[in-house]
């Protein structure tokens, strides 16, 4: 077998190494092909099919193959505050005694440029999805339960990223980074993504949610926030078979068609019909009791088979998708800035990013899904990540056995430090520990924890 079959179609690692040794290191052939246990998850296999289905195979060989730049992006999502060189130098942690011969900035960076975007978003769309689990989070009444929200991500300030990125104003009128909008669809009680969509913060989340719209399908209920119940989006998402929980503005004028038994009132936007409900939530703890006013629209018209009461609590769920982004944007990226300075680049690392996401989370639920009747809200996701970057270090994972082991080493770790079962949340959203000093705003925080009761009380309008 030559050196390009085995760079190319997959040869275990050592056979690699034990080659680069008889043709010499001179030739600069030589590099790992590895990240650690998720290759379980995100195997060779899969990457060289994305590889061959793009046309990104490398014509020669090279220092750095395609499979290994696919890999050393998704490891860099793990170590986002190391430069890639830094990363690379992980990724070879482990493999003592194999002298791998470490590629220059200017080479891995040519690596990524050769590869482009088009890779890292096919192998997204392989691994995407609600993960598989026998769990009944995300579950309801038959329906899978699903949020969708956007945010927004920093990126570096040039002249390539300002052509597409564009700096947004803040409230005192200085413009900070430029900026993209991401928009997802992620499966509550996993919170796995099934699907996203990302561009110019210039671009509006209405826009990008009418674009998740195609991965939305009969026997999903979606969770919106108020952004998200304007008329026409509200036909277009409903035209998918999907059926909708969203919420709305208490002073929205909406005509009664119905009166249902519980409460709850039909209505008609545009040409789809739905159930009006409207409820005052309650928390009381030894602080006091705060109160607020919810009206949700659903497609779910029917009050015996979808009660009210229970889609108001169901509706809590939907703040899945904003810890999502946090685990996104907090922990896995530290609060930094993405690391391209072209747009190209922006989009290979978006890409790489919600990969090695998706990746920890099936990691995650294959962990708590081995114990039956273990919520996944409790597998901690810093635990996965650190366990994620310690297989990388060890090179764990690059020679492949016969034994299978259906929950690994990150999963050990997870359920090993399972978190406790989530508390009420008893606080309004803040920003509790700002990136930049300049930026902190809010009352003092008051972090004592509080027993407390939740009450629910559906409000009927006069006819």
Same mark, same amino acid.
């Given at each position: 077998?030559?050196?390009?079959?085995?760079?190319?179609?997959?040869?275990?690692?050592?056979?690699q190494?034990?080659?680069?040794r008889?043709?010499?290191?001179a030739?600069?052939?030589?590099?790992?092909?590895?990240? *650690?246990e998720?290759?379980?998850?995100?195997?060779?296999?899969? $990457?060289d099919?994305?590889?061959?289905e793009?046309?990104?195979?490398?014509?020669?060989?090279?220092?750095?193959?395609?499979?290994?730049?696919?890999?050393?992006?998704?490891?860099a999502?793990?170590?986002?505050g190391?430069?890639?060189?830094q990363?690379f130098?992980? +990724?070879?942690?482990?493999?003592?005694g194999?002298?791998?011969?470490?590629?220059?900035?200017?080479?891995?960076?040519?690596?990524?440029?050769?590869? *482009?975007?088009?890779?890292?978003?096919?192998?997204?769309?392989?691994?995407?999805?609600?993960?598989?689990?026998?769990?009944?989070?995300?579950?309801? %009444? &038959?329906?899978?339960?699903?949020a $969708?929200d &956007?945010t927004?991500?920093?990126v570096?300030?040039?002249p390539?990223?300002?052509?597409?990125?564009?700096?947004?104003?803040?409230?005192n009128?200085?413009?900070?980074y430029?900026?993209?909008?991401?928009?997802?669809?992620?499966?509550?009680?996993? %919170? #796995?993504?099934?699907?996203?969509?990302?561009?110019?913060?210039?671009?509006?989340?209405?826009?990008?949610?009418? =674009?998740?719209?195609?991965?939305?399908?009969?026997?999903?209920?979606?969770?919106?926030?108020r952004?998200?119940?304007?008329?026409?989006?509200?036909?277009q998402?409903?035209?998918?078979?999907?059926?909708?929980?969203?919420?709305?503005?208490?002073?929205?004028?909406?005509?009664?068609?119905?009166?249902?038994?519980d409460? #709850?009132?039909?209505?008609?936007?545009?040409p789809?019909t $739905? %159930?009006?409900?409207?409820a005052?939530? #309650?928390?009381?703890?030894?602080?006091?009791?705060?109160?607020?006013?919810y009206r949700?629209?659903?497609?779910?018209?029917?009050?015996?088979?979808?009660?009210?009461?229970?889609?108001?609590?169901?509706?809590?769920?939907?703040?899945?998708?904003?810890? /999502?982004?946090?685990e996104?944007?907090?922990?896995?990226?530290?609060?930094?800035?993405?690391?391209?300075?072209?747009?190209?680049?922006i989009?290979?690392?978006?890409?790489?990013?919600?990969?090695?996401?998706q /990746?920890?989370r099936?990691?995650?639920?294959?962990a708590?899904? #081995?114990?039956?009747?273990?919520?996944?809200d409790?597998? *901690?996701?810093?635990?996965? +990540? /650190?366990?994620?970057?310690d297989?990388?270090?060890?090179?764990?994972?690059?020679?492949t056995?016969?034994?299978?082991?259906?929950?690994?080493?990150?999963?050990?770790?997870? +359920?090993?430090?399972?978190?406790?079962?989530? =508390?009420? =949340?008893?606080?309004?959203?803040?920003?509790?520990?700002?990136i930049?000093?300049?930026?902190?705003? &809010?009352?003092?925080?008051? %972090?004592t924890?509080?027993?407390?009761?939740?009450?629910?009380?559906?409000?009927?309008?006069?006819?």
């Amino acid at each position: 077998m030559s050196l390009q079959d085995i760079l190319t179609t997959g040869a275990p690692l050592l056979e690699q190494a034990a080659i680069t040794r008889t043709v010499g290191t001179a030739a600069g052939v030589f590099a790992p092909g590895h990240i *650690g246990e998720l290759t379980r998850i995100v195997p060779f296999e899969m $990457v060289d099919e994305v590889l061959a289905e793009a046309g990104a195979v490398q014509r020669r060989v090279r220092l750095v193959p395609a499979r290994v730049t696919v890999y050393l992006l998704l490891a860099a999502t793990l170590f986002n505050g190391l430069g890639y060189q830094q990363v690379f130098d992980r +990724l070879c942690a482990g493999l003592a005694g194999l002298a791998p011969v470490r590629p220059s900035g200017s080479a891995l960076r040519q690596a990524r440029q050769r590869l *482009g975007p088009a890779p890292m978003k096919a192998l997204f769309d392989l691994i995407r999805g609600p993960a598989a689990t026998t769990a009944g989070a995300g579950r309801w %009444r &038959g329906l899978r339960v699903v949020a $969708v929200d &956007g945010t927004l991500l920093s990126v570096p300030d040039c002249p390539a990223n300002l052509a597409v990125f564009t700096r947004q104003r803040l409230g005192n009128g200085i413009s900070g980074y430029p900026q993209l909008r991401l928009a997802a669809l992620v499966a509550c009680g996993t %919170r #796995s993504v099934i699907g996203a969509v990302f561009g110019p913060a210039t671009t509006g989340e209405l826009e990008y949610a009418r =674009r998740l719209a195609v991965d939305l399908r009969a026997g999903m209920l979606l969770l919106g926030d108020r952004n998200f119940s304007s008329a026409a989006l509200l036909n277009q998402l409903a035209a998918t078979g999907a059926d909708l929980l969203v919420r709305c503005k208490t002073n929205r004028k909406l005509p009664t068609l119905v009166r249902c038994r519980d409460g #709850s009132t039909l209505t008609r936007i545009g040409p789809l019909t $739905v %159930r009006v409900i409207e409820a005052e939530i #309650s928390i009381r703890t030894a602080q006091g009791t705060h109160t607020g006013h919810y009206r949700l629209l659903t497609t779910l018209t029917d009050p015996a088979t979808h009660p009210a009461g229970e889609l108001v609590r169901l509706y809590h769920e939907r703040w899945e998708v904003e810890t /999502a982004y946090a685990e996104l944007k907090s922990t896995m990226l530290g609060g930094h800035v993405l690391r391209a300075r072209t747009p190209d680049g922006i989009e290979q690392e978006v890409w790489a990013l919600l990969t090695a996401y998706q /990746a920890l989370r099936t990691a995650m639920t294959d962990a708590t899904d #081995s114990i039956p009747g273990t919520d996944p809200d409790r597998a *901690g996701f810093l635990t996965a +990540l /650190a366990a994620a970057r310690d297989q990388i270090v060890l090179a764990a994972g690059v020679i492949t056995d016969t034994h299978i082991d259906l929950v690994g080493t990150i999963g050990r770790h997870v +359920l090993a430090h399972l978190l406790p079962t989530r =508390r009420v =949340r008893t606080k309004d959203r803040i920003v509790k520990r700002a990136i930049s000093k300049y930026n902190a705003r &809010g009352p003092a925080i008051d %972090r004592t924890t509080y027993k407390a009761t939740i009450s629910i009380n559906m409000l009927t309008s006069t006819p």
